[in-house]
């Protein structure tokens, strides 16, 4: 059970740093995603970076002390934000582009949220009955380095992919310019 | 092992900075047109005739799978694609020529070492073509047993040989290597 404990905490981890650090390189999107949700355009910029400061502050509780209640709380607190600005999303008459995982995502604010918000409280009552005790150094540095390893991994598939998409356009942009007149 | 999860994490982001790079240029193709993307050809009433209808040759109505490529000399792709084959029609591949004159086709096979045969037809007319309603060259028709499939255009070599038909064989020698074993 503990196992499946530290693996949720990690998979929470991963969303989390996944999401920060997407808003780290690109904080644009989302401060219009606040600005659609009718936050004052003074206070978006300070809202975006307040929460992109509480999700990769929560990232690292999650790896370091994932059942602590401060984490615990940190997670509910960030669930429950989500899940309140899907709903106020669906209320609205114009359709809110997330922005939540960065520039590439296509997905609105609204059921999404809403619906995630269950299986973030599952999580965190799974934490909270497992109740593991913190890791020590090296396991934590491990669990971090298993983080940081995963998400790299997931991007370099994209990576990979565009890059070759690129080559396959490069080329056959390679065979028809041949032919074009100059 | 924290700078490991340190150095991982700044991968992730530096990833995330080349795919947007790979976006951008992506962008910037698609706005010059350049998109290594075909497009399917709606073929309406031609799709499930058989390819002789049309004065294709007969024996593509008996044929389990190929590709028809239409051609002409007054397009550019059509001239890559023909440079791209060397001489050679690989196994499943079909052409159609389509020429302003015979002088033009002529001049269109010998520039690309072709020679007509079973399966590269000229239509110096475009009478092939205008039966099936086909106006934009290149592009290639799907044969499946016998009768028309579908069709797409045909914007690069490269995808040319992805919708060639491959047949799966065994490996040959493979049969005669293990005989050979059986008997010592």
């Not at chain 2, 795919?19 to 951008?24: G, K, N, T």
Request: net charge positive; proline share 6%.
């Amino acid at each position: 059970m503990e196992i499946v404990a530290t693996a949720v905490a990690l998979t929470l981890a991963v969303v989390l740093f996944w999401a920060g650090l997407e808003k780290v390189r690109h904080l644009t999107p989302f401060v219009s995603t606040l600005r659609q949700m009718g936050i004052p355009a003074g206070g978006a910029q300070p809202a975006a970076l307040v929460l992109l400061g509480a999700e990769l502050g929560v990232a690292v509780g999650l790896v370091l002390r994932p059942a602590s209640a401060m984490t615990l709380t940190a997670v509910l607190s960030l669930a429950g934000a989500f899940a309140v600005s899907g709903l106020i999303a669906l209320r609205r008459k114009q359709t809110v582009r997330c922005g939540c995982f960065g520039p590439y995502g296509n997905g609105y604010l609204g059921m999404n949220q809403i619906a995630a918000f269950p299986l973030w409280v599952g999580a965190v009552a799974l934490l909270w009955v497992q109740g593991t005790p913190p890791p020590s150094g090296l396991r934590a540095a491990s669990a971090l380095a298993a983080v940081g390893l995963t998400l790299a991994a997931l991007r370099a598939v994209h990576a990979v992919r565009a890059a070759h998409e690129a080559r396959g356009d490069r080329r056959s942009a390679d065979e028809m310019l041949v032919w074009l007149p100059r | 092992m924290v700078a490991v999860g340190v150095l991982a994490l700044a991968v992730f982001v530096l990833f995330g900075v080349v795919i947007e790079l790979y976006r951008d240029v992506r962008q910037l193709r698609d706005i010059a047109g350049v998109l290594d993307r075909p497009l399917d050809v709606d073929i309406g009433e031609v799709a499930g005739t058989p390819p002789s209808r049309y004065g294709l040759p007969h024996a593509l109505d008996s044929v389990a799978s190929a590709v028809v490529l239409f051609l002409s000399d007054r397009c550019g792709t059509c001239h890559a694609l023909a440079d791209g084959l060397k001489g050679h029609l690989p196994p499943g591949l079909w052409i159609v020529l389509e020429a302003r004159s015979p002088d033009g086709a002529a001049q269109f096979l010998a520039s690309h070492e072709l020679t007509p045969n079973g399966r590269l037809s000229v239509d110096v007319a475009g009478q092939i073509a205008q039966r099936m309603g086909l106006r934009t060259t290149p592009v290639g028709f799907r044969v499946e047993n016998g009768r028309l499939a579908g069709a797409t255009t045909v914007p690069s070599r490269r995808y040319l040989s992805s919708i060639l038909p491959n047949s799966v064989r065994l490996e040959p020698g493979a049969i005669s290597a293990a005989n050979e074993r059986m008997s010592v």
